[in-house]
């Protein structure tokens, strides 16, 4: 008796563990597949986004197509399809449209920028830019002569940054960037290459201030992909985070985080002195007045000398093509009226039109762009009065003479300010 019971309480003893165990090993079975599921999905997204936002082959192949069709030329041409002396680095990117890679040329280090038409399924990522069409190098025909091709880059630039007294000397500068090989002549195959160029805000900027230091040299080019200095650091602060743990951050921690690991305060006061410079050049600079768009730390980025290098011109336009974008959109509100990233006006609400004018010079959105930035690790002794500096500068509005005075004596005041302290040091 004893012993059936004995064997009995073995036997559902024995039962209960083989279940347990059964239990165990399907819970252990479940999590694995849900463990190579989620893997496999990850990697297949990481993957295709890739895919669609690295695609320096199709890049290389478009160009070099119609490079060796005689439909485009230009100076990186021969280096990028012939000798391949000039390759394609590790991908940049961060929209399909906008393909940017680091790239090599012979010795330099550079970076290369290529338009690609669109990437239809891809629905990440906000609108910003017009959707790109590719482009199809049919201006201008066959036929067309310098001088009338001359007439279209002067038409081209008077829409772009308006009547202007140095409008000459904008078409003859670009006309000599046209002429790639410097033989004084403009092929059909270069004038394509150049007029697709024309039409990039960037690469416009690049030729406005070639001879200023802060845009990255423009070393050559081919139809419209370009090849551009590499910046060794940017942006010019913050830190990316991987995106799974970006919400759970406080946005007074985020902002505190992405002043770590800046440089010293000298040095970051002397990258700041660029910016400023930047936008005093293109404050009724010789060919107008330029709106900066996008001032998130991302746009910029510095040389190992300090010394600040706008790495992102695409938001960059003249002060006449803004003011006809704007009055061309329609608004219900003043949050209607933005271009880019923080370039607003305001609504006219009877019309239903955006106004021309935007809101905000360059100067004020520049200062609250280095406002942490230059306040974290200030000097003692400086701290108030560059704080009070920069709270008039960020309080900048509107686009009257008043502002303007006011723009050019805290321009100043700010640069001297900062001067003073560097100038002594090694970092100047
Ligand atoms: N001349 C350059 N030297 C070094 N890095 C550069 C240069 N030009 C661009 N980059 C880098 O290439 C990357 C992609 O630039 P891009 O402007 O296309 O992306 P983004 O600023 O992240 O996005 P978006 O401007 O479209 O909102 C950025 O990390 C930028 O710092
Ligand atoms: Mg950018």
Same mark, same amino acid.
């Given at each position: 008796m004893a012993r059936g019971l004995f064997s009995r309480a073995w036997m559902t003893k024995s039962y209960y563990f083989q279940a347990r165990l059964s239990y165990v090993r399907l819970k252990y079975l479940f999590f =694995?597949? $849900? =463990?190579?599921?989620?893997?496999?999905?990850?990697?297949?997204?990481?993957?295709?986004?890739?895919?669609?936002?690295?695609?320096?082959?199709?890049? %290389?192949?478009?160009?070099?197509? &119609?490079?060796?069709?005689?439909?485009?030329d230009g100076s990186a041409c021969s280096s990028l399809c012939d000798k391949g002396t000039l390759y394609f680095g590790r991908c940049l990117s961060t929209k399909p449209?906008?393909?940017?890679?680091? %790239?090599?040329?012979?010795?330099?280090? +550079?970076?290369? &920028?290529?338009? $690609?038409?669109?990437? $239809?399924?891809?629905?990440?990522?906000?609108?910003?830019?017009?959707?790109?069409?590719? =482009? $199809?190098?049919? &201006?201008? +025909?066959?036929?067309?002569?310098?001088? &009338?091709?001359?007439?279209?880059?002067?038409?081209?630039?008077?829409?772009?940054?308006?009547?202007?007294a140095n409008l000459p000397s904008l078409v003859t500068l670009i006309l000599s960037f046209a002429d790639s090989?410097?033989?004084?002549?403009?092929?059909?195959?270069?004038?394509?290459?150049?007029?697709?160029?024309?039409?990039?805000n960037e690469v416009l900027l690049a030729v406005v201030l070639q001879d200023r230091e802060h845009t990255p040299k423009l070393l050559g080019y081919c139809g419209d992909?370009?090849?551009?200095?590499?910046?060794?650091?940017?942006?010019?602060?913050?830190?990316?985070?991987?995106?799974?743990?970006?919400?759970?951050?406080?946005?007074?921690l985020r902002h505190s985080m992405d002043q770590w690991f800046t440089p010293s305060w000298p040095r970051k006061a002397k990258i700041s002195i660029g910016l400023l410079e930047l936008v005093e050049d293109i404050f009724h600079g010789t060919f107008g007045?330029?709106?900066?768009?996008?001032?998130?730390?991302?746009?910029?980025?510095?040389?190992?000398?300090h010394d600040l290098r706008l790495?992102?011109?695409?938001?960059?336009?003249?002060?006449?093509?803004?003011?006809?974008?704007?009055? %061309?959109?329609?608004?219900?509100?003043?949050?209607?009226?933005?271009?880019?990233?923080?370039?607003? +006006?305001?609504?006219?609400?009877?019309?239903?039109?955006?106004?021309?004018?935007?809101?905000?010079?360059?100067?004020?959105?520049?200062?609250l762009a280095l406002k942490d930035y230059l306040l974290r690790g200030a000097p003692a002794h400086l701290r108030e009065e560059l704080e009070k500096q920069m709270y008039a500068c960020m309080g900048l509005k509107g686009s009257n003479e008043q502002m303007e005075m006011e723009h050019s004596l805290i321009l100043n005041n700010l640069k001297t300010l900062l001067w003073?302290?560097? %100038?002594?040091?090694?970092?100047?």
């Open positions: =694995t597949w $849900l =463990t190579v599921f989620v893997g496999s999905w990850v990697v297949y997204v990481q993957y295709s986004a890739y895919t669609e936002l690295c695609r320096a082959q199709e890049c %290389s192949d478009s160009i070099c197509d &119609k490079y060796r069709r005689g439909v485009i449209n906008n393909q940017v890679y680091m %790239s090599s040329w012979g010795e330099l280090d +550079t970076v290369i &920028k290529c338009q $690609l038409g669109d990437v $239809l399924h891809y629905e990440l990522g906000e609108e910003l830019e017009p959707r790109r069409e590719a =482009t $199809l190098f049919d &201006k201008p +025909t066959r036929g067309t002569s310098v001088e &009338k091709f001359k007439e279209m880059v002067s038409n081209h630039l008077k829409a772009k940054v308006g009547e202007h090989n410097k033989d004084g002549q403009i092929s059909l195959a270069e004038a394509k290459s150049a007029w697709a160029l024309l039409q990039l992909l370009y090849v551009v200095e590499r910046v060794p650091y940017t942006p010019l602060y913050g830190l990316s985070l991987p995106w799974p743990l970006e919400p759970w951050i406080p946005v007074g007045t330029f709106l900066m768009c996008d001032m998130r730390p991302n746009s910029f980025g510095y040389t190992n000398r790495v992102d011109g695409r938001r960059v336009v003249p002060e006449e093509a803004f003011r006809l974008a704007m009055v %061309s959109q329609h608004c219900e509100d003043d949050e209607d009226c933005v271009y880019g990233i923080d370039c607003r +006006t305001s609504c006219d609400r009877t019309e239903r039109r955006c106004t021309g004018k935007v809101t905000q010079p360059n100067l004020a959105r520049a200062c003073k302290q560097i %100038s002594h040091t090694k970092d100047s």
